[in-house]
């Protein structure tokens, strides 16, 4: 089992920056692929992207349009989301999760071990 904390959210203005970080206990993070979700207040957790345990190969939700950048440090178990040219629909709690199923990379039921999450809110 694993356990997951993320960090790194906060108050920012349309156009801003967060990195948001998530710390994995134990030993095997390295053989996770992990991914980043989020949740906005009375909306359903959506899928944010994908990065697998090497880190070599990303996938993004289309509305990330290439604001955000998943990346990892195994020598560190810590994932990242860098967030860039935040808008006020990012406003969100985000997640991460390790994948467990390979059904697909982008449904939540494919994964399991959730943080607790970090509040992200973006003001116009």
């Known amino acids: 089992q694993v356990q997951l904390v993320e960090s790194g959210g906060g108050l920012v203005h349309t156009g801003g920056s967060l990195r948001l970080s998530c710390a994995a206990s134990?030993?095997?993070?390295?053989?996770?692929?992990m991914g980043w979700f989020r949740q906005a207040p009375g909306k359903e957790r959506e899928f944010v992207g994908f990065?697998?345990?090497?880190?070599?190969?990303?996938n993004y939700a289309d509305f990330v349009k290439g604001r955000f950048t998943i990346s990892r440090d195994n020598t560190k178990n810590t994932l990242y989301l860098q967030m860039d040219s935040l808008e006020p629909d990012d406003t969100a709690v985000y997640y991460c999760?390790?994948?467990?199923?390979?059904?697909?990379?982008?449904?939540?039921?494919?994964?399991?071990?959730w943080g607790q999450g970090t509040q992200v809110t973006v003001s116009s």
């Open positions: 999760a390790v994948r467990v199923s390979r059904v697909t990379y982008s449904n939540v039921r494919d994964y399991r071990y």
């Open positions: 134990g030993r095997t993070f390295s053989t996770y692929d």
């Open positions: 990065i697998t345990r090497s880190g070599g190969f990303t």
